[in-house]
């Protein structure tokens, strides 16, 4: 089966700063990947996505780099605003998304 | 191009009674997914859906719980003789294609308490 994993729990940063969210995938044959952000009370929102042919992929204020040697995962946001922050989660596809637990990203003004 | 929409948003149910949450996918998009999220925790997969058909069920309880999407009209999650251990917010998401190839988009869920 596949298991994602988040490295924190919780990230906190300051307004205007990067940020990154780091995530591990078991299955080395998850060949698509998504983030997704979920403010409370919400459904998930497709941020990015990245196959597995890819190591990086650039979106508004977002990247993915995806390390397939180590199974990571990571989402940068660029200049980190207070509505950014959300529970993100990654989640890896083998014919079903498999989601992580979700990193807190609290953005301090 | 409406999104994903569900309903009831909020539903209470008490011990012992049926909980039916409905999912209307995207226009154009025939498979539907269906996730269990618990506070403060991600989201576990349920079972997946294409019209008509059940192609993976195997994160549905074996009990209680059944889903389906027929040919005309919502996917439907049933839970017969509701616990409060269900109580958790149901999440469906819908795609073009199967087995989360592509993009899929997700409702605004379903929040079921039983009480």
């Known amino acids: 089966g596949e298991s994602v994993g988040l490295h924190l729990p919780t990230l906190s940063v300051q307004e205007g700063d990067n940020s990154i969210i780091n995530c591990a995938y078991s299955?080395?044959?998850?060949?698509?990947f998504i983030w997704y952000k979920q403010e409370s009370g919400k459904g998930p929102q497709f941020i990015i996505d990245?196959?597995?042919?890819?190591d990086k992929r650039q979106g508004q204020r977002v990247t993915v780099l995806l390390n397939k040697t180590v199974k990571h995962l990571s989402l940068q946001i660029a200049a980190t605003q207070p509505g950014d922050s959300a529970v993100y989660f990654c989640?890896?596809?083998?014919?079903?998304?498999?989601f992580g637990a979700g990193t807190r990203l609290a953005v301090h003004p | 191009n409406a999104g994903v929409m569900q309903n009831p948003r909020h539903l209470v149910r008490r011990r012992g009674q049926e909980a039916r949450l409905r999912c209307s996918p995207m226009?154009?998009?025939?498979?539907v997914y269906w996730y269990r999220q618990l506070p403060e925790e991600g989201l576990k997969f349920m079972v997946y859906?294409?019209?008509?058909?059940?192609?993976?069920e195997s994160g549905m309880p074996k009990e209680r719980f059944s889903a389906e999407f027929p040919k005309e009209g919502p996917s439907i999650l049933r839970i017969q003789q509701v616990v409060r251990g269900d109580s958790a917010a149901y999440f469906c998401?819908?795609?073009?294609?199967?087995?989360?190839?592509?993009?899929?988009?997700f409702g605004q869920g379903t929040r079921l308490t039983v009480v």
């Open positions: 299955n080395s044959a998850s060949d698509y």
């Open positions: 990245i196959r597995s042919n890819m």
């Open positions: 989640a890896a596809s083998l014919n079903k998304l498999i």
């Open positions: 226009k154009g998009h025939s498979h």
């Open positions: 998401a819908s795609s073009s294609e199967g087995g989360f190839r592509t993009e899929a988009f």
């Open positions: 859906l294409q019209k008509e058909n059940i192609i993976d």
